[in-house]
């Protein structure tokens, strides 16, 4: 089965910049998703389609993607941005379809 | 604004059948996808499957022996039964809206609703 391989936390300053990745067998073929989940809340899609926005998220919000890793940068990070982040692919390498998420990434804003 | 709401006992037995409802709201139910995610206490989250509004289904590779997906679109409800569930079934539950066209994600989604399973 397809396997998204996340590191399990990121910190990052206030106001700098912070790059979260998603590891997967050839992830640049496929489109990436990104969610943003906060303690107690659920998931919120902040990218899809690799690089799209939903409205109302921020472009400091951006996916992009290369060989076997595709990588959230936010810019300008915010207190608001500490969150939990997954990675999301839909895998059809197999017979059997299926939609996959990555381990997850903490990030903490110092 | 569309709006999805998870239902269903927050308690179960070991090998009991776990059943929960999602109702949508602000959208119709029609002509979309509809999904279901579960997310083990402190841990990541697992797409279980989806139904579409026609009844069609398709469900996680490492479930599908135990998950059933059903939609009732006169009710704006759809549904999840996972069967024979054990203390590794523990987690919250989320209904999601999957959708599908140039790629698929899932949003929005329900609030969660935990579901524990203890003797």
């Known amino acids: 089965s397809y396997v998204l391989t996340q590191s399990p936390s990121v910190s990052v300053a206030p106001g700098k910049t912070a790059r979260i990745t998603c590891g997967g067998n050839?992830?640049?073929?496929?489109?990436v998703k990104w969610y943003q989940q906060k303690p107690g809340l659920a998931p919120v899609l902040v990218v899809y389609?690799?690089?799209d926005r939903p409205s109302g998220i921020p472009d400091r919000f951006s996916g992009s993607s290369s060989g076997n890793t595709a990588t959230l940068t936010i810019s300008r990070v915010e207190a608001g941005d500490e969150a939990d982040y997954y990675c999301?692919?839909?895998?059809?390498?197999?017979?059997?379809?299926?939609?996959?998420f990555g381990t997850g990434t903490k990030v903490t804003v110092l | 604004q569309m709006q999805l709401q998870e239902s269903g006992p927050g308690l179960l037995r070991p090998s009991e059948t776990l059943s929960l409802n999602c109702t949508v709201s602000?959208?119709?139910?029609?002509?979309?996808?509809w999904s279901w995610v579960r997310q083990p206490p402190g841990k990541g989250l697992e797409w279980l499957g989806y139904?579409?509004?026609?009844?069609?289904?398709r469900y996680s590779p490492s479930l599908k022996s135990r998950v059933t997906l059903s939609i009732d679109t006169s009710k704006q409800q759809f549904s999840l039964k996972l069967t024979s569930v054990t203390a590794a079934d523990t987690a919250v539950y989320f209904c999601a809206r999957l959708a599908v066209t140039t790629g698929s994600w899932f949003d929005p989604w329900g609030q969660g609703t935990l579901v524990t399973v203890s003797s």
């Open positions: 602000g959208g119709s139910i029609n002509k979309r996808y």
């Open positions: 999301q692919v839909f895998d059809t390498s197999t017979n059997q379809p299926n939609y996959v």
């Open positions: 139904v579409f509004s026609d009844g069609r289904t």
């Open positions: 389609d690799d690089d």
């Open positions: 050839n992830i640049a073929t496929k489109t």
